[in-house]
């Protein structure tokens, strides 16, 4: 498995969720990993992403200032760390994989997708 998303949930309103994606290597290395969701009747949306070498990273503006992402070299694993989440935050989470950071604005492309995970922001 080259991507695989964990750490979706049930939360209240306001509350605080850690995403996971475990990459493998080579991938983990030299591509920039990120997050896309789909909530019910709607379209994919970008989330967040982050290059390579973490040098650069991109929000969508619902999540900038709510979510973070992160890379942990030592785990190969990228964590989208998401505060203050909303109802409207309830969506299956999907990690996914670009050689190209820019490359998160075209979903069609991406290269490596993981599995969903779900998460529900309800009270």
């Known amino acids: 498995v080259q991507l695989q998303a964990s750490g979706g949930g049930l939360v209240q309103p306001g509350g605080s969720l850690r995403l996971s994606c475990a990459v493998s290597?080579?991938?983990?290395?030299?591509?920039?990993v990120g997050w896309f969701r789909r909530a019910p009747g709607k379209e994919r949306e970008f989330v967040s992403a982050i290059s390579w070498n973490g040098g650069q990273i991109n929000y969508e503006d619902s999540v900038r200032g709510r979510f973070t992402i992160s890379k942990d070299n030592a785990k190969s694993t990228v964590y989208l760390q998401m505060n203050s989440l909303k109802p409207e935050d309830t969506a299956v989470y999907y990690c996914?994989?670009?050689?190209?950071?820019?490359?998160?604005?075209?979903?069609?492309?991406?290269?490596?997708w993981g599995e969903g995970t779900q998460v529900t922001v309800s009270s």
């Open positions: 290597e080579p991938i983990f290395s030299t591509y920039a």
């Open positions: 996914a994989a670009h050689s190209q950071l820019g490359g998160f604005l075209f979903p069609d492309d991406m290269e490596y």
